[in-house]
T-cell receptor, first 115, second 114 residues
C-alpha cells in the first residue's frame, strides 16, 4: 500500500518568514496530493491540492510543488502569520476503483509562527 | 452550503458500551469516508462507502467496528463493546463523483472511553 513520509515534524518560524514542509510517497500510481491544516479540536481543512498532471500550483501565500519522478511534493507558505500556526498534513491517493478518495496521510508538521 | 456534518462532537462511553457516530455528507456528495486519528498521530483510513454499499473496509478493525450508509439518512460508524484504545477522534469525509478527488472533512467526533 501507499506510504507517506512527512518532514519536519515540528517547524518554528518568525512572522514574515517562509515555511516549507516536504513529503515523499511510495506508490507511483498516486496522482492526487492534498494538504490539510488542522487546528486544535477541529477537522482537517483543505488548503491546497495538486494533481499529477501539474508540477506547481499557487494560491496567494500558499504553493505546492510536485516531482513525480522523485515521488515528493512540498508545501510552501510565504509571509507567515501567527494564524498560520497549526498542524499541517500532506496526503496522497490514487484514482478510480476502490482507491478513489482514499487518502494516506503523512505524520503531520506542527508549525509555530512567532510574532 | 453546509459542509460535512458530524454528531455528536463529543461522546463519553464506559468500557463495554456501544458508540454510534453519525455523518451527513456535503449536499450532493455520494461518497463517504471514515478516518480515525489517535492522539498526536495522523489520520488513518477506515472505510469507504457509497449509498447502501461498502466499497473498501480495509482499514476497519476486524471486530467490533461496522459502518453503513443507508439509502436515506446519515452514515453511521458503530463501535461495539468499546475499549480504552478506541478513544480517538473519528472524522468523516465526503466527495462527489465529479469532484476530482477533492475531499472535505467534518469537524470530527471525539470519543472518550472511561
Amino acid at each position: 500500500g501507499e506510504n507517506v513520509e512527512q518532514h519536519p515534524s515540528t517547524l518554528s518560524v518568525q512572522e514574515g518568514d517562509s515555511a516549507v514542509i516536504k513529503c515523499t510517497y511510495s506508490d507511483s500510481a498516486s496522482n492526487y496530493f492534498p494538504w490539510y491544516k488542522q487546528e486544535l479540536g477541529k477537522g482537517p481543512q483543505l488548503i491546497i491540492d495538486i494533481r499529477s498532471n501539474v508540477g506547481e500550483k499557487k494560491d496567494q501565500r500558499i504553493a505546492v510543488t510536485l516531482n513525480k519522478t522523485a515521488k515528493h511534493f512540498s508545501l510552501h507558505i510565504t509571509e507567515t502569520q501567527p494564524e498560520d500556526s497549526a498542524v499541517y498534513f500532506c496526503a496522497a491517493s490514487g484514482d478510480g476503483g476502490t482507491s478513489y478518495g482514499k487518502l494516506t496521510f503523512g505524520q503531520g508538521t506542527i508549525l509555530t509562527v512567532h510574532p | 452550503n453546509a459542509g460535512v456534518m458530524q454528531n455528536p462532537r463529543h461522546l463519553v462511553r464506559r468500557r463495554g458500551q456501544e458508540a454510534r457516530l453519525r455523518c451527513s455528507p456535503m449536499k450532493g456528495h455520494s461518497h463517504v469516508y471514515w478516518y480515525r486519528q489517535l492522539p498526536e498521530e495522523g489520520l488513518k483510513f477506515m472505510v469507504y462507502l457509497q449509498k447502501e454499499n461498502i466499497i473498501d473496509e480495509s482499514g476497519m478493525p476486524k471486530e467490533r467496528f461496522s459502518a453503513e450508509f443507508p439509502k436515506e439518512g446519515p452514515s453511521i460508524l458503530r463501535i461495539q463493546q468499546v475499549v480504552r484504545g478506541d478513544s480517538a477522534a473519528y472524522f468523516c469525509a465526503s466527495t462527489d463523483v465529479g469532484g476530482g478527488n477533492t475531499i472535505y472533512f467534518g469537524e470530527g467526533s471525539w470519543l472518550t472511553v472511561v
